[in-house]
C-alpha cells in the first residue's frame, strides 16, 4: 500500500499543467495584439490631434501664413457707445522719449513700466493708459454704415501696405456699434484683434519677450 501510494502522482499536477500553459497562451496574445497596433500606428498617416479633414479647404478669417518672425505693428481704436475713435499711442510716447515714466496727452495719461532684463537686447514693458473719457467721447465718430465700411477699408490698408493689424477695444455698451464694423473686417478677411474694456476704468497695453518667441502665431 505504501509502495503504490509512493508511486502515485501527485493530487493537482494535471490542472497546475493547464494552467501554466493559459498563461504562456495569454501572454503570447497580449505580445501578438501589441505587436499589431504598433504596425497599425507605424502605417498610419500622421495628423495633429483635433485636425478636421476636408477635401475643400475651410474659409479662414485671417490670412496665412502671417509672417511669425516679423509680427504685425498695432493700431489701437476705441469702440464708445458715442463712435470710433483712434487712441494716439505716438503721442503718448513722444511724452515718454525724454525718459520720464508718465506722459500727458489730451486723450489721457500714461504711465510706462519697463522690466529691464540685462541678458536680453528686448526689454519687457506695460504701457497704462488712463484715458480722458470724457474727451475721448467728444472726439469719436459716429459708427453708422458708411463710418463702419471707411473704417474697414482703413485697417486693411493698413495691414496690406504698412503691416499694421488694428486691436479694438470695444466699451461693453458699445459691442452693438462695433458689430457692423466686425462683419464688414471678416468679409475683407483683414487680421484684427479685440477686446471688451471697462470705461471709466484704465487699459493696459504690453509688450513681452513670450509675444516674439512664442505667441506670433496668435495673429493667424
Do not use: C
Not at 511724452?95 to 540685462?118: I, K, M, Y
Not at 465700411?149 to 479694438?168: G, M, P, V
Not at 468679409?187 to 471709466?200: C, D, N
Amino acid at each position: 500500500m505504501t509502495a503504490f501510494l509512493l508511486g502515485r502522482r501527485p493530487r493537482g499536477t494535471v490542472q497546475d499543467g493547464e494552467l501554466g500553459m493559459l498563461d504562456v497562451s495569454a501572454n503570447a496574445l497580449a505580445v501578438l495584439i501589441l505587436a499589431t497596433m504598433m504596425v497599425i500606428s507605424a502605417a498610419a498617416t500622421p495628423s495633429v490631434r483635433g485636425e478636421v479633414r476636408l477635401e475643400k479647404t475651410p474659409e479662414l478669417f485671417y490670412p496665412a501664413p502671417i509672417d511669425s518672425t516679423l509680427p504685425p505693428n498695432s493700431r489701437y481704436m476705441l469702440v464708445l457707445a458715442e463712435g470710433l475713435v483712434e487712441i494716439d499711442v505716438d503721442a503718448f510716447a513722444e511724452g515718454l522719449f525724454s525718459g520720464e515714466a508718465t506722459a500727458e496727452t489730451e486723450q489721457g495719461r500714461a504711465v510706462l513700466v519697463t522690466d529691464r532684463r540685462n541678458y536680453r537686447d528686448l526689454n519687457d514693458y506695460r504701457l497704462q493708459i488712463n484715458p480722458d473719457w470724457d474727451v475721448l467721447s467728444q472726439n469719436a465718430t459716429v459708427l453708422g454704415q458708411e463710418a463702419a465700411i471707411e473704417e474697414a477699408r482703413t485697417a486693411a490698408d493698413a495691414y496690406d501696405n504698412s503691416n499694421f493689424a488694428t486691436t479694438y477695444l470695444v466699451v461693453e455698451d458699445a459691442i452693438e456699434n462695433f458689430a457692423p464694423l466686425y462683419w464688414h473686417l471678416r468679409a475683407a478677411q483683414t487680421p484684427i484683434r479685440w477686446a471688451v474694456v471697462q470705461k471709466g476704468e484704465h487699459f493696459g497695453l504690453s509688450r513681452r519677450v513670450e509675444n516674439f518667441e512664442r505667441t506670433p502665431g496668435k495673429w493667424q
